[in-house]
Every structure is written in C-alpha cells, then in structure tokens.
C-alpha cells in the first residue's frame, strides 16, 4: 500500500514539475515574442522614416534634373544664335 501511495505521489510531484516548467517555458517564450514585436515595430518605424527621406531625395532629383534641362535648353539656344548671327526666339 505504501509503494502504490508513493507511486502516487511521485506522479504527483512529476506531473506539477512538468507543469511547471511548460509554464516557465510558455512565459520565456512569451517574453521572446514581445521582443521581437517591439523589434519590429521599431523596424517598420524606421522603414517609414527612410521612404519619407527616398521621397525628398526623389523630388531633389526631379527639380535639379528639371533645371539641368532648362540650363542646357538656354545654352543650346544661345548658341544657336551665334552660329546664326543673330536673335532666335524659342517657343515652349
């Protein structure tokens, strides 16, 4: 009888150990999982912050190509009218 009743018991204690650590695994991975969803938010965070910065830069690039043109346009023009001789009027 004393056997059975420790049998008993060991599976007792075995079993609340068991329990035990899923939980403490369950709260270790709860805990990864919270990190990693602070991660990414910082991530999406930045990747918002770099796309504003890839827009300026974009619309940097239109206006200087923009008057890179409008200063070759006028060059052009200017020698056009030295080979000429005289005045030439550019229609846009």
Do not use: P
């Not at 939980?23 to 930045?46: A, P, S, W, Y």
């Not at 974009?58 to 409008?70: D, V």
């Amino acid at each position: 009888m004393l056997t059975q009743r420790s049998n008993i018991r060991y599976e007792e204690i075995y079993l609340r150990a068991k329990r035990l650590k899923e939980l403490v695994i369950d709260k270790t991975t709860q805990d990864q999982v919270n990190k990693f969803e602070l991660r990414v938010r910082e991530l999406e965070q930045e990747v918002t912050r770099q796309d504003s910065v890839i827009a300026d830069m974009a619309e940097e690039t239109k206006e200087a190509i923009r008057q890179l043109s409008f200063t070759i346009e006028l060059r052009l023009t200017f020698i056009k009218h030295k080979r000429h001789g005289g005045y030439t009027v550019i229609a846009s």
